[in-house]
Each structure stands twice: as structure tokens, then as C-alpha cells.
């Protein structure tokens, strides 16, 4: 497994979700939908109709999802949701089928792990890289001894949105190969301080593990002043920090 394929498509299984921490406040799930006047409620989970998609083939029987791809998965919902767990099996099943791609998704439900892994699920599938998201330190405290007592091949920790200073430096053992790191997005978005920012990758710097600034927020506190960030610009500005560190 490789950590960054030349290929990448995203599989949203199912869409919508509920929002039960700090971090959901301002979901931009809920803000995509409400943009798009969707008349079904981001809270009410559905299965879309690319369900099936890392397993559908071209004509000439080839996959469309290539070999070796990674797939960004249920980016629009939580993998762990209950609300999908009628479907779930037959996600695994293709997740199964398809040991040529990489498997990445977030969750803020790692608490549920046990009750959503398949049978054969042992130490972990190989081609499955499980994030978990912590947006404040009680609920890293909360998730990351989880996270890190199950059984799992690959793990990210995912700090988004970020909306405190953090410390993770006893969970930084070697078993998390990285950090990624943004702020808030959207009108309502919470400040991100470049503090707390620089404080992370220090602790991920001294710790050996790999980390990556995703996106400034909305709102960047720096030396005591707010930036005000464009959401076209916030990917491209934090690239430009020059913040990325791997071991």
C-alpha cells in the first residue's frame, strides 16, 4: 500500500449523516446540500446510485476504477453511521473484491469498530487506510485510545476542523503513519490559530510521523490577526506555508 496513488476517484456509498460532536457544527455536507436545495435533509442517510461503482467495468470488461487507485470513500457521510449499516456488508464485500485499490475513509465513530468490521476483517485489510477525526482535545482523548487499540493495517489521524489547540504527542507512537491537519470552512467557520497549527507539527516532527497541512479555514488567526480566506484559496494557501513534513 502506497500512500498517495497517481490515480484517485472518490465513492460516496451513501450520502448524509448526523452530527454528534463540536466538529459537525458547521458540516459542509449539510452546507453543500442546503447550496444545491436539496429537498432531502443531510441527516437522513440514502444510498446513492454509485453504490456499486468501484466494482462497475467498461465495455471491454475492465474496471473503470483503475488498479491501483485510491478511493476516497463516503467523504459525504461516515462509514460508521448506523443509520448505514444495512449496506454496509455489501460495501465491504466490494472493498473485498477491489484488493487492487486503497480504501481511505474518515470516521468519527471509531467507537463503533467492532460492530462494523466484517468477519474476515482479522489484524486489518491491507488495502484499507482508516482516519480518525479529532477536532478538540476531549475528543482525541475520547477516540484515539480507540482508535489506536483496534485492529487496523493503516491509520491517519484526521485534525479537521481544528478548533483548539491540541496535543497528541502520547498517541504520536509509530502505529499513525500521519496527521493531516485544516481549519474550518464556510461563513460560520471557527477560527484556526497558526499557533496551534505550527504546535502540531512540531509534536508530529519530534514523534516521526509524516504531516500535512490541508487547508487554512475560513478563518486564520495569525500573530493576533484574522485572515479572511476565500474557500478557493485555503487548499492552495496552506500548500504554499510550506508546512508538509515526512520522516
Not at 509509530?174 to 471557527?190: C, D, H, M, Q, T
Request: include cysteine; proline fraction near 5%.
Amino acid at each position: 500500500m502506497s500512500a498517495w496513488q497517481k490515480n484517485e476517484t472518490v465513492w460516496n456509498p451513501w450520502h448524509g449523516c448526523t452530527k454528534i460532536s463540536p466538529g459537525c457544527r458547521h458540516c459542509y455536507v449539510y452546507r453543500l446540500d442546503k447550496s444545491h436545495n436539496s429537498e432531502i435533509l443531510s441527516s437522513e442517510c440514502r444510498r446513492t446510485a454509485n453504490f456499486t461503482l468501484p466494482v462497475k467495468r467498461n465495455r471491454d470488461g475492465s474496471y473503470k476504477v483503475a488498479p491501483g487507485s485510491l478511493v476516497y470513500t463516503c467523504f459525504t457521510s461516515d462509514f460508521f453511521l448506523k443509520d448505514a449499516d444495512g449496506w454496509r456488508w455489501e460495501a465491504w464485500d466490494i472493498i473485498r473484491e477491489r484488493r487492487d485499490c486503497d480504501f481511505f475513509f474518515f470516521t468519527k465513530r471509531i467507537d463503533r469498530f467492532p460492530e462494523c468490521i466484517p468477519d474476515d476483517w482479522g489484524d486489518g485489510y491491507d488495502n484499507v487506510i482508516i482516519g480518525c477525526t479529532v477536532e478538540n482535545q476531549v475528543m482525541a482523548d475520547f477516540r484515539l485510545p480507540i482508535f489506536l487499540s483496534s485492529p487496523i493495517k493503516h491509520r491517519v489521524v484526521g485534525v479537521e476542523p481544528m478548533l483548539e489547540k491540541i496535543n497528541l504527542s502520547e498517541y504520536l507512537d509509530g502505529r499513525i503513519e500521519s496527521v493531516s491537519l485544516g481549519g474550518e470552512s464556510g461563513p460560520e467557520a471557527r477560527v484556526c490559530d497558526f499557533d496551534w497549527v505550527l504546535n502540531l507539527r512540531s509534536q508530529c516532527i519530534e514523534k516521526s510521523t509524516a504531516f500535512h497541512y490541508h487547508q487554512t479555514g475560513a478563518k486564520l488567526v495569525k500573530d493576533g490577526k484574522i485572515y479572511y480566506i476565500p474557500r478557493e484559496l485555503q487548499q492552495n494557501q496552506a500548500a504554499r506555508a510550506g508546512l508538509d513534513w515526512k520522516p
